[in-house]
């Protein structure tokens, strides 16, 4: 199956500080999705974006299908961006199940 | 609208029983999804839903583990006699056709 890298695994930052959180996938994609889960577990959907740049606030992402990696920027983080933030795909011929990577874990101390 | 929501939010059970986890997906999606996520790690596929059937019930890891979406709406997983290692969250999600997928709140489940 597809495999799916997130760097780092974890990040700590100052309230204020950027950040560029890393998704690297080993094939050919359909759909990518970031998601932010909260200290609830709740997964939250940040972007739907399988190619192109996104942004939404002070996130933003861009994913280069044809050197299979996304990016997601956090600008000007706030404590409230605490959680961990997940890439998934899903691979082309299986265009409905998603992979996860491990994740990339973002604590903002304020 | 609603989100996808989940019932219980949290289950706690013995070894060996029996237990059903419901999944109500968002008002008009089609397709309908179970992933099971362990402690420190992402989720991982269960089994996929188009309508009524089950198109992919590859994730699901044995036997004991079942799900049915009889109008092709609500959905129940099923575990026939756990065990300790069934311990994890359950999500659900939900899609229009095979597009963006929203999660809901899941179920902790818990097995003593």
């Known amino acids: 199956g597809i495999q799916v890298e997130q760097s780092p695994p974890d990040l700590i930052l100052q309230e204020g500080a950027n950040s560029t959180l890393r998704c690297n996938f080993s094939d050919s994609v359909n759909n990518l999705q970031w998601f932010h889960q909260n200290p609830w577990g709740q997964l939250i959907n940040l972007f739907y974006i399988p190619s192109g740049t996104k942004q939404n606030g002070r996130l933003s992402a861009t994913t280069v299908a044809t050197e299979r990696y996304s990016l997601l920027y956090i600008s000007s983080s706030q404590t409230t961006d605490s959680g961990v933030y997940f890439c998934a795909v899903d691979q082309v011929g299986n265009d409905y199940k998603l992979s996860f990577g491990a994740g990339t874990t973002v604590t903002v101390r304020a | 609208g609603a989100g996808v929501s989940q019932t219980p939010s949290n289950k706690v059970t013995e070894k060996g029983k029996y237990v059903e986890l419901r999944c109500d997906p968002i008002?008009?999606?089609?397709?309908l999804y179970w992933y099971r996520q362990s402690l420190g790690q992402g989720p991982e596929f269960l089994i996929y839903?188009?309508?009524?059937?089950?198109?992919?019930d590859s994730g699901l890891p044995n036997d004991r583990f079942f799900a049915v979406r009889p109008e092709g709406s609500v959905s129940t997983l099923k575990i026939q006699r756990t065990e300790r290692g069934d311990s994890a969250v359950y999500l659900c999600?939900?899609?229009?056709?095979?597009?963006?997928?929203?999660f809901g709140p899941g179920t902790r489940l818990t097995v003593t």
């Open positions: 008002s008009g999606h089609t397709a």
């Open positions: 999600a939900s899609s229009f056709a095979l597009n963006e997928q929203y």
């Open positions: 839903f188009q309508g009524t059937g089950a198109a992919d």
